[in-house]
Nanobody, 125 residues
Framework: QVQLVESGGGLVQAGGSLRLSCAASGRTYSILVVGWFRQAPGKEREFVAGISRSTGSTYYTDSVKGRFTISTDNAKNTVYLQMNSLKPEDTAVYYC??????????????????WGQGTQVTVSS
């Protein structure tokens, strides 16, 4: 089993920055890909960014390209999501997720095996 704990969410004004962290524990060696997803009220959970732990390849949804950066510190079993130039439409609960089956980043939530509890990000205008 793998446990994921997100942190770093909060309230920020438009144009500001936040850095989210996703700390993994348990059988962390089984994690191949870590993804960040978000879910706004009344909307489906959507993919934000992902990183392959073996290749270092990253993938972003179009709406965050150039503003968000995903990175990993394998020694600390932690994945970060640096979010800059935040917009009100970025407001959502952000979740990290781990995939133990695929080396390539996928954008579909059901392909991920483990999920954190989520952290709220609110961007005021």
């Amino acid at each position: 089993q793998v446990q994921l704990v997100e942190s770093g969410g909060g309230l920020v004004q438009a144009g500001g920055s936040l850095r989210l962290s996703c700390a993994a524990s348990g059988r962390t060696y089984s994690i191949l890909v870590v993804g960040w997803f978000r879910q706004a009220p009344g909307k489906e959970r959507e993919f934000v960014a992902g990183i392959s732990r073996s290749t270092g390849s990253t993938y972003y949804t179009d709406s965050v390209k150039g503003r968000f950066t995903i990175s990993t510190d394998n020694a600390k079993n932690t994945v970060y999501l640096q979010m800059n130039s935040l917009k009100p439409e970025d407001t959502a609960v952000y979740y990290c997720a781990a995939d133990k089956s695929r080396m390539a980043v996928t954008t579909t939530p059901r392909t991920y095996d483990y999920w954190g509890q989520g952290t709220q990000v609110t961007v005021s205008s």
